[in-house]
């Protein structure tokens, strides 16, 4: 079979509007990035089949994870 690799997530044509800009600039890009987690799956899963018959949510997992505190952005329509 093929070895797990790396899987990104990038945000696209995301809006930032007039009244979000002072947030955005002085808190969200000053804040450090944080260490990446590790997302785990049941190395006992070989096949779609599995998938289809016995794999449960618990067959996969997070470790390692942290968030900054919130940044409460106003919203706007």
């Not at 990038?10 to 260490?35: F, G, S, T």
Request: overall charge negative; proline content about 6%; glycine content about 4%.
């Amino acid at each position: 079979g093929k070895k797990p690799g790396v899987a990104y997530h990038k945000i696209v044509n995301a809006h930032i509007y007039e009244d979000q800009l002072e947030l955005m600039r002085d808190v969200q890009l000053k804040r450090e990035p944080l260490k990446a987690p590790t997302f785990h799956i049941n190395p006992e899963i070989k096949s779609l089949e599995d998938l289809e018959t016995w794999v449960t949510l618990d067959d996969f997992w997070v470790e390692g994870y942290e968030c900054h505190e919130a940044i409460k952005y106003p919203f706007s329509v």
